[in-house]
């Protein structure tokens, strides 16, 4: 490893990776490994730059890249076909290619998308800021312009017009990277590139943030002998903990839990990646305190677990958890992030002299003393060993809470409710699903549906970028498929045409949801998708078709954005309606596996439903459900009244 004079202390590739993976402990695909001796046969056949970045994203886990072609990366997409491991993904437009990225590393812990200069890489940055602010691994490679080109003061084509250094030459893009990644290299000379490439994927691991590498076009297929043989097995700076503050940590928090009446466990999203997650469930057990979760931390958690009583989203959250929450003497906040979506317009009723803070390496006791140093795993496991065990929430709350009853069944051409739909959602999880939720009402409809255990759920919470699901479902889905070989491109002749769904046939009688689904061997995407979301970024449903990759898309049609009409309405969010099902046949043009329905009632959803999990669990089932443009959760309302009001404050003179 080049760059081992600037790792100190490591552990083995084993323990680094098992810390990677998606927040539910998946390992996605798992393609048969190269022997050493296939692994000295391809690099002795092709010793470039190329295949060396081609062997590093393999050796990580990453074997699907998604990838935009233009001039300046050509060369660079030769030399990464070359790895027979590494299945290219070739996506729609560049902004996809990064939301598939963020979903991708979602479930497989490192993502990665590789786009040419300037025109690629701008389209680029919204979906690798969403990365940023979720805190995901993924590995931003653009090509750029060749190496002598920099030197030569030459007005080159995708630029934008600046040759002056002072002016940022050719480094406009490199620039703008800087603020949505924790590292950035250029590679315009190949003798420092094996570090450079060592380092961006250092950081991005261990700091869990995008990282960026760009690679001149003449250096794709550049030789060097640090690429004569296989790279050197990757590991990890381990992270490192002062066991001193750590106990000092553990006494002072232990001595506040030893006081409280009713502590509380709240999970945040940056439990996400591996360790941290394991000692917090850990304490969970040995504590039985209860345990609640903020919305983007839904399926970190198992949800069958021994005091565990939901979310808490404030004013919004489940049934009684807010009471528990707000009104506990010591709330252990691990990993939590608080915005104004999370805190509902700033609305929370928590008090910061109850909460001890847990993030970041380091514990703040009551907004108080603070220690620092320490890796939320090392202090949550050695405070379960520390704690006493305290049901007095959990008792407390099954005591308060009362299950809500599901809607009832609706009239035969009655049409169809959000919450109806949603109640079908429920019958469909198993632990081979995820349910992947756009932003919008499907996070407040999907927030209340009870997970079992190994069914994953993601959101896109911090970030709130509108049209992310359709890449992501394309990256998550890839991820979960069960090997490498199953991604490559459909072979058209193979296929048959596009299926339809006859709407006035009547609902016949419906097979076991859990069973079917639960035959699938690999986790099968549940999308829920608003038609204005659908509307920015639809295109890549054909990369999907064309990869075989076979989601369930439920696009939800109320003719506007729905959450943005809950926030501030006007005229600008009502959208233009499309034949949705119409369009994704044209995506398709009868080349891949691909069923569609268009359902407006109870009856038609429940036949979609059994069609898509049972004769056609191959294909990519999109079913478009009808809805009232009104017909949105009380939850969006509340929430949605709130963050307006916090949007619509009058300027205070700082």
Not at 71 to 97: G, I, S, V
Not at 142 to 171: C, E, I, K, W
Not at 491 to 512: C, R, V
Request: negative net charge; contains cysteine.
């Amino acid at each position: 490893l080049s760059s081992r004079a600037h790792l100190t202390t490591r552990v083995s590739r084993k323990k680094a990776m098992s810390s990677l993976g998606d927040k539910h402990g998946a390992t996605g695909i798992n393609p048969k490994k190269l022997t050493y001796e296939e692994q000295v046969k391809l690099s002795a056949e092709a010793p470039n730059l190329g295949v060396h970045i081609a062997n590093r994203l393999v050796e990580l886990g990453c074997t699907t890249a998604f990838a935009v072609p233009g001039d300046f990366n050509l060369l660079l997409l030769d030399q990464l076909l070359k790895h027979p491991q590494l299945q290219m993904a070739w996506c729609c437009n560049e902004l996809n290619a990064g939301y598939a990225a963020d979903g991708y590393a979602r479930k497989k812990g490192i993502g990665c998308c590789v786009v040419t200069f300037s025109v690629g890489g701008f389209s680029a940055l919204n979906a690798i800021a969403g990365a940023m602010s979720e805190d995901l691994p993924v590995q931003v490679i653009s090509g750029v312009p060749n190496s002598n080109d920099y030197a030569q003061n030459r007005v080159l084509h995708h630029t934008t017009g600046m040759t002056n250094p002072a002016s940022g030459g050719f480094n406009q893009q490199l620039r703008c990277f800087k603020e949505v990644t924790c590292y950035q290299a250029t590679l315009n000379h190949v003798e420092d590139a094996h570090r450079l490439i060592d380092e961006a994927i250092s950081a991005a691991l261990v700091r869990k943030k995008p990282a960026y590498i760009e690679v001149c076009c003449n250096l794709a297929d550049a030789t060097h002998p640090s690429f004569t043989r296989p790279p050197v097995p990757y590991m990890l700076p381990h992270a490192h903990t002062n066991p001193n503050s750590c106990q000092a940590a553990v006494d002072a928090v232990g001595e506040v839990l030893d006081k409280a009446i009713k502590p509380v466990l709240l999970a945040g999203p940056r439990l996400r990646h591996g360790h941290e997650r394991d000692a917090f469930l850990e304490l969970a057990q040995s504590s039985k305190y209860a345990v609640a979760i903020q919305p983007d931390a839904k399926g970190m958690v198992p949800e069958d677990l021994e005091g565990f009583i939901g979310l808490y989203w404030g004013s919004i959250s489940w049934p009684c958890v807010c009471e528990i929450v707000e009104s506990a003497d010591v709330v252990v906040c691990c990993g939590t992030v608080w915005t104004d979506y999370s805190t509902v317009g700033y609305s929370l009723l928590l008090r910061p002299d109850h909460i001890i803070n847990v993030g970041d390496h380091r514990v703040t006791v009551k907004s108080g003393a603070t220690y620092g140093c320490i890796t939320s795993e090392h202090f949550l496991s050695a405070l379960a060993k520390r704690v006493k065990p305290n049901p007095t929430a959990v008792t407390a709350f099954q005591r308060m809470s009362t299950p809500m009853p599901p809607p009832e069944r609706q009239g035969p051409n009655e049409q169809l409710q959000v919450k109806v739909l949603f109640k079908h959602i429920q019958e469909m999880l198993t632990p081979n699903t995820c349910v992947l939720s756009e932003v919008g009402d499907s996070w407040f409809n999907t927030q209340k549906l009870r997970l079992p255990r190994g069914c994953a759920y993601e959101m896109q919470m911090r970030y709130g970028s509108i049209g992310w699901s359709v890449g992501a479902t394309l990256g998550y889905a890839a991820a979960c498929a069960p090997s490498v070989y199953d991604i490559k491109a459909c072979d058209i002749s193979q296929l048959s045409g596009t299926e339809g769904m006859h709407q006035g046939k009547e609902a016949t009688e419906q097979p076991n949801r859990q069973a079917v689904m639960a035959e699938s061997q690999h986790t099968r995407v549940i999308s829920l998708i608003g038609d204005g979301s659908f509307q920015m970024t639809c295109q890549d449903v054909s990369t999907m078709l064309r990869y075989g990759l076979n989601p369930i898309i439920f696009l939800i049609n109320n003719l506007s954005y729905t959450i943005e009409v809950q926030i501030h309405d006007g005229p600008y969010n009502a959208i233009m309606n499309w034949d949705y099902e119409g369009m994704v046949k044209c995506l398709n043009n009868g080349q891949g596996r691909l069923w569609t329905a268009k359902v407006q009632t109870e009856e038609q959803l429940e036949d979609a439903i059994a069609k898509a999990t049972n004769e056609h669990k191959n294909h990519l089932c999109f079913i478009e459900v009808i809805v009232d443009r009104d017909d949105c959760s009380k939850e969006l309302l509340e929430w949605g009244t709130r963050v307006g009001a916090a949007n619509g404050r009058p300027h205070s003179p700082h």
